[in-house]
């Protein structure tokens, strides 16, 4: 069974920081590119940072400098370390993972976890 599981969400105070997890079971997560989208009421949902099967990593601009993402192969798992969290951090994060060349089609979600920035 396909899953992916996201944890770490939570309230946290402008400048805080969390770190969330995804663990990803029922298929080879390092075969697959792995990503955290986040969405927040009345908005698309946004790619926040990816991390590549080669390790390359791209980030949403307003999250430059302050998220980094991170994978572990070995464990089937990726995590995101967010600091200097601000209000407008506020969203449902989802953690996805998406196959590319013999994979490509291949689009796994988690039901995500909230995070909430807020004094």
């Known amino acids: 069974q396909v899953q992916l599981v996201e944890s770490g969400g939570a309230l946290v105070q402008p400048g805080g920081s969390l770190s969330l997890s995804c663990v990803a079971s029922?298929?080879?997560?390092?075969?697959?590119?792995m990503g955290w989208y986040r969405q927040s009421p009345g908005k698309q949902r946004e790619l926040v940072a990816i991390?590549?099967?080669?390790?390359?990593?791209n980030y949403l601009d307003s999250v430059k400098g302050r998220f980094t993402i991170s994978r572990d192969n070995a464990k089937n798992t990726a995590s995101l370390q967010m600091n200097d969290l601000k209000p407008e951090d506020t969203a449902v994060y989802y953690c996805?993972?998406?196959?590319?060349?013999?994979?490509?089609?291949?689009?796994?979600w988690g039901q995500g976890t909230q995070v909430t920035v807020s004094s």
């Open positions: 029922g298929f080879a997560a390092r075969l697959y590119n």
């Open positions: 991390i590549r099967v080669n390790g390359s990593t």
């Open positions: 996805n993972c998406r196959g590319s060349g013999l994979l490509a089609g291949r689009d796994f």
